[in-house]
């Protein structure tokens, strides 16, 4: 989820005022800075330093770039950076990102994202990638396009489809929890599956607060239905950098992150504390 973090309880925090029964249960209260730790063997809940060791707001690139490698990213660029990987990030990603070492390690990745024909023709004129359409592709994957999304290899940014019907009409518009089993089907034929819920920041930087509130309601529901079909897959929720918890500012915060892992190496993730301890973690849940 990019930029979520865990804000006040407070009537500007779209996590504090939906309804979103699914986490509310599972966390044992709102999506916020009240979140308190949980250590089950199928279930780790955690706040996450997104900061670095950096002064000023976390940013997209570096935050991600952290999440994906394991490395500070924010030490590599003696800061905070972003939206957009520079030459300096992007190499740090062709040296090795969750997405390469699944595969170097004999096992599929996937990037499991929807793109449109419009982006593919926007790569070839030269348009910015975000961190993880650059590491997939670093890794050798291939995006995927309405061809998978229709036989339901890939997930919308908007969770239901909807803004592909301007493309094609006849794609199927899915529910948010049909579309979180979807995920977990997905999940279940690969190693490492990425999903990168990006409408969060972008919910955050220019959405009014009812309609956040709307997306964290979808977005819980799609949760519910993601874990309701796992089968021996650990999920793990988590994110780069605060914003979408403060809806009086439309920049980030440096505001703490969840960290959300269920399933059978829930445990992997016990010991987690910042966005640097998230590329190791991961690695061994997967048995590498």
Do not use: C
Request: zero cysteines; hydrophobic letters at 45%; glycine letters at 12%.
């Amino acid at each position: 989820m990019d930029g979520v973090g865990l804000g006040d309880e407070a009537a500007y925090n779209p996590w504090f005022v939906a309804q979103t029964p699914y986490l509310r249960a599972l966390v044992g209260g709102p999506l916020t800075a009240s979140l308190r730790s949980i250590t089950r063997a199928s279930l780790v809940v955690r706040q996450l330093d997104a900061g670095l060791g950096y002064p000023g707001l976390p940013q997209s690139a570096t935050g991600q770039a952290t999440l994906l490698t394991g490395v500070n990213a924010a030490a590599v660029m003696s800061g905070h950076y972003g939206p957009w990987p520079g030459p300096t990030l992007k190499g740090l990603l062709e040296a090795g990102t969750l997405f390469s070492s699944v595969v170097a390690a004999g096992g599929k990745s996937l990037l499991a994202n929807v793109f449109p024909p419009g982006y593919y023709q926007a790569l070839k004129n030269g348009h910015r990638v975000n961190v993880p359409v650059y590491a997939a592709q670093a890794a050798g994957l291939a995006l995927q396009g309405l061809a998978a999304y229709r036989a339901g290899r890939a997930i919308s940014a908007d969770l239901s489809g909807r803004h592909l019907h301007g493309l094609d009409a006849s794609l199927p518009v899915l529910e948010p929890e049909a579309a979180g089993r979807r995920l977990a089907e997905i999940a279940s034929r690969h190693t490492f599956t990425f999903f990168d819920f990006w409408l969060s920041d972008t919910a955050g930087h220019r959405w009014p607060l009812a309609e956040a509130v709307a997306l964290v309601t979808a977005l819980d529901r799609f949760l519910a239905g993601v874990v309701a079909a796992l089968d021996g897959v650990t999920l793990l929720v988590t994110s780069d950098h605060g914003n979408l918890e403060d809806k009086r500012v439309r920049t980030h915060t440096a505001n703490p992150v969840p960290l959300l892992a269920l399933g059978p190496e829930a445990g992997a993730f016990a010991e987690a504390a910042s966005l640097l301890d998230i590329y190791s973690a991961a690695i061994s849940s997967m048995g590498y």
